[in-house]
């Protein structure tokens, strides 16, 4: 697949090396063309980088890494939803905010990210996926011993199984995938960040973790 | 031990109906003395009931099973930091609000009910825990197969002791009881609720579920 992916943080980045290790095609989007880190990535990983709009121009599939607080702005700026009108975009984000010190979340309980980018985007395929795990977790689940969950939100069934295909290739086996239904259940997923927090500090910063749901 | 439980509903009648098995004296607290679910509960269970009061005056251990909108206001009703002073409560209750139609949470991202009523009752020792759970699950966790977590917080290093060591005669394995700090920790378990009702709905409504942190 020819997969665009906006942000070139840490997740961006891994996400990117992961797919190119499994032979996609990849365009990593910056907000700004020759953003030096881009650049770096791209020619040590025989990719392409430029734009948030180059990044979704020719893509089978867009992922959404950037901060959940500049989704919509991001996404935005990659043509908005003439761009991104029957693209599936995989949204990794979470709206975590620790201006404060402490964390909290930029939107949550009344609304998600998930929710604003389907919303300003409608004609976009919107899947909530693998943003209950850190970065490494999410490219590589074994990194996490035996049966552990991942959850996938979005109102395109079939947008949800090309996510839930993705999955399989970077690892996730397809009973440990959770189908959570509508993109509202990002909510949920998002709202998750404070426990996820708090077991990360419990685990003295070990993030190779995750929660598997159990049910008798 | 003498405990108390505030509140009749589901929760506090299934939690008193199992720690009298266990053996331990119960009061089941009621906003009004005479109330019909509680009296004719305590018939049924060789048990007490009485005020919110009643319930808190000699008790070794408070349980708190109201809803956590109403949390502050009970504690109150119930004497107040004076009558609470030194004790253990355990605080089970979430802040859900399902008067939208939809979930929300009366508190959450900057606040919680646990650090409320830390807040409003500064001596007594709040412990939160159990609230991950549904109230079948919370007294018997063997509903749910093979390992799985439940968590707890709190400032008081020995309050939460004798928390966990009411978790041991529930059922819950020690190995699987997480400590996730002081009783701030009480925002991200409460705020894991949204995510709890939509694995709820996708297990087609089996509350006998849980989850477990696995670690690499």
Known sequence: ???????????????????????????????????????????????????????????????????????????????????????????????????????????????????????AFPDARIVKSLNTVNGSVMVEPSLVPGQHTIFVAGNDPEAKQVVIGLLGELGWVRANVLDLGGIEASRGMEMYMPLWVSILRALDGNLAFNINVVQG
Request: proline letters at 3%.
């Open 1 to 119: 697949m020819r997969i665009g992916i906006l942000g070139t943080g840490t997740v961006g980045q891994t996400f990117g090396t992961r797919l190119r290790n499994l032979d996609h095609e990849v365009v990593l989007g910056a907000r700004e063309s020759g953003n030096p880190r881009a650049v770096e990535w791209a020619e040590a990983h025989a990719a392409r980088c430029g734009t948030f709009a180059e990044a979704v121009a020719d893509a089978d599939l867009v992922i959404n890494a950037t901060a959940g607080q500049y989704a919509v702005d991001a996404l935005e700026m990659a043509g908005g939803n003439p761009a991104l009108a029957g693209k599936v975009v995989l949204d990794l984000s979470n709206p975590l905010d620790f201006s404060s010190g402490d964390l909290r979340l930029s939107v949550c309980n009344t609304d998600s990210v998930g929710e604003q980018i389907q919303r």
